[in-house]
Structure formats: C-alpha cells, structure tokens
C-alpha cells in the first residue's frame, strides 16, 4: 500500500525566515510526487511536483523541494516566506493516470 | 480555459435528504476525479471517470454516493439519505491523457449535514 506522511501538522513562522515542511512516502514501485497549496476556502493548487530528473525540483511562488530516493522524502522549502504564504500545504503521490493519495496537511503560520 | 468549476459552492441540508453536486472540468479534459476532504485531513479519493466510464471506485463511496458523468463532460455526484458523517468538502479535478500527472482542481462543494 502506498502512504503519505507529513510530519509537522502546524508550521509558525516569522516573516522573511526560511520554512521546511516535511514529507515522507512509502511505496514498492515508482511514483509522482507533488505538493499542493489550499488557501481557505478553496481548491488546491499545484506548487511543484517530481516525475523524474533532476531531485531539486523549482515551483511557483518560490518554493523548491528535494527528492530523496534513499530516505523516501520529499521535503518543501522556501528561503525567505511571506505573510501570504500562511495556507495548508499538502504532500501527495500517485503513478501515471491514478488517483492521488494526499498528506493529512501541514498548516504554515507567517506572522510580523 | 475557465478552470474547474462546482457547483454549489455550499450546500446546507438536513439528515436523510438527498443532495446532488456539479463538477464541469477542463474542456477536452477526459479525466474527471471526485475527492473528499474532512476538516484537518487531506482529500481523499472518492472515484474517478475516463470519459462517460467509471473507471475505479474508493470504498469510502457506500451505496447512498452515486456518480455519473454522463457525455463525458460533466459529472454529478449524488448522495442519498446523508448523515451528519457526510458533511465534508467534496472536490472535483480534472486532467487530460497528455498530462495523467497533474490534477486541476475545482474550489469544491462544502456541505454541511444538520
């Protein structure tokens, strides 16, 4: 069976610090892997995700994630986070057409 | 390209009646998948269609969630006799078979079971 597990359900984080929120799969064969943001009250939107290639993968709004195959993780970063960065972030995976399986979420928190 | 739409956006309903949502994708898109997402959780997989066919169905779809995408355009998704469990947001996203890797998500269906 496939999983997906986020380690920090609530991330506080002042303005302009770095952020990293964690994820970690578990799974026998190949998988897609992406990030998500949900701001309240809305859908999801696509952050990033890994196909294949290159295991530092860039997305919008500044955010980049690292795929490591040994540890079966996924981590998130961003350098420097703004106030309107503060929305729930989920990892998920999937392979190629299939349905996603998602994290329970990570609630990033900015404050000034 | 409008996007994903849903329709309701919030749907308020007592026990045991029958509610009905709306899902238009991505035009062209052939993919359509439904998605549940209880409060603090991540969504979960409901069902998804290729086309007018119902390819796979999560066993969280009991027997009162029916769903339907009829000319393989857009697709309802019904719940009968609901029960306070069912409140949840209800998601939709589409995809097309050149990109089976990215999701387009709608903004979703918040219902709340009284």
């Known amino acids: 069976a496939q999983s997906v597990t986020q380690l920090d359900s609530q991330v506080p984080v002042f303005e302009e610090a770095p952020v990293e929120l964690r994820c970690n799969y578990s799974s026998s064969v190949s998988v897609y892997l992406f990030w998500y943001v949900q701001y309240p009250n809305q859908g999801l939107q696509l952050l990033l995700k890994?196909?294949?290639?290159?295991?530092l993968v860039k997305g919008i709004n500044g955010f980049e994630a690292e795929f490591n195959k040994s540890q079966t993780s996924f981590h998130l970063r961003k350098p420097s986070v703004h106030i309107s960065d503060t929305a729930e972030y989920f990892c998920?995976?999937?392979?190629?057409?299939?349905?996603?399986?998602f994290g329970k979420g990570t609630t990033l928190s900015v404050s000034s | 390209d409008t996007g994903v739409s849903q329709d309701p956006r919030h749907k308020i309903t007592k026990r045991g009646q029958n509610v009905t949502f709306r899902c238009d994708p991505i035009s062209e898109h052939n993919r359509l998948y439904w998605y549940r997402q209880t409060l603090g959780q991540g969504p979960e997989f409901l069902t998804y269609f290729q086309n007018e066919a119902q390819l796979e169905k999560s066993r969280l779809l009991s027997d009162r969630f029916s769903a339907e995408r009829p000319k393989g355009s857009f697709s309802t998704l019904e719940i009968q006799r609901t029960e306070q469990g069912d409140s949840a947001m209800y998601l939709c996203a589409s995809n097309e078979r050149e990109s089976y890797n990215e999701q387009f998500f709608g903004p979703g269906t918040r219902l709340t079971v009284l």
């Open positions: 890994y196909l294949s290639g290159s295991t």
């Open positions: 998920a995976l999937n392979q190629a057409g299939t349905a996603l399986i």
